[in-house]
């Protein structure tokens, strides 16, 4: 599993249910990387898509009441059920969020691809909660703008 995360300098990743800034190098960083695999994330996370489903990708929507969810385009199930559930999908497997689903497959994540942005989110109220070393360490460093670098960490 690949975890994805953008995140500011206070490690700030979401407010109101939503990334705090908007940076199309980013968002197409994100694309781009993510098209063709699966991508997991929890409801608010789907909730905050500004399409469903993302074309190109596989989705699993973790939840804690997977019979309510009713969304075509997504496999809901709970985390217990997540293996069965990314049986038959396509691969890599992308952990998108949200803070409590980096939480959850922390220990699960091979890698991170973080992206670093220097806005400040006065009112961001979701935040990144573990520190990646000692359990990843820093390998690689890409600078998509002026406002925003990848960080590659690898277990």
């Given at each position: 599993m690949?975890?994805?995360?953008a995140?500011n300098?206070?490690g700030?990743?979401?407010?109101a249910?939503?990334?705090?800034?908007?940076?199309?190098?980013d968002?197409?960083?994100f694309?781009?990387?993510?098209l063709?695999?699966?991508?997991?994330?929890g409801?608010?996370t789907?909730?905050?898509?500004?399409?469903?489903?993302?074309p190109g990708r596989?989705?699993?929507?973790?939840?804690?009441d997977?019979?309510?969810f009713?969304?075509?385009?997504?496999?809901?199930t709970?985390?217990?059920?997540?293996?069965?559930?990314?049986?038959?999908l396509?691969?890599?497997?992308f952990v998108?969020?949200?803070?409590?689903?980096?939480?959850l497959?922390?220990?699960?994540?091979d890698?991170?691809l973080?992206t670093?942005v220097?806005?400040?989110?006065p009112?961001g109220?979701?935040?990144?909660s573990?520190?990646?070393?000692?359990?990843?360490?820093?390998?690689?460093?890409?600078?998509?703008?002026?406002a925003?670098?990848?960080?590659?960490?690898?277990?």
């Amino acid at each position: 599993m690949i975890g994805v995360v953008a995140m500011n300098p206070a490690g700030c990743i979401g407010e109101a249910g939503r990334l705090p800034w908007h940076h199309p190098e980013d968002l197409q960083f994100f694309k781009r990387t993510t098209l063709g695999g699966t991508l997991v994330m929890g409801r608010v996370t789907w909730d905050s898509l500004p399409r469903r489903p993302l074309p190109g990708r596989d989705h699993v929507v973790l939840t804690r009441d997977p019979d309510a969810f009713r969304e075509e385009g997504a496999v809901a199930t709970t985390p217990e059920g997540l293996d069965a559930a990314l049986a038959g999908l396509k691969r890599p497997v992308f952990v998108i969020g949200g803070a409590q689903i980096y939480d959850l497959l922390f220990d699960r994540i091979d890698e991170f691809l973080v992206t670093r942005v220097l806005d400040e989110a006065p009112n961001g109220d979701t935040f990144f909660s573990r520190p990646l070393a000692p359990a990843f360490r820093l390998v690689s460093t890409e600078v998509l703008s002026p406002a925003c670098t990848v960080e590659r960490w690898q277990r």
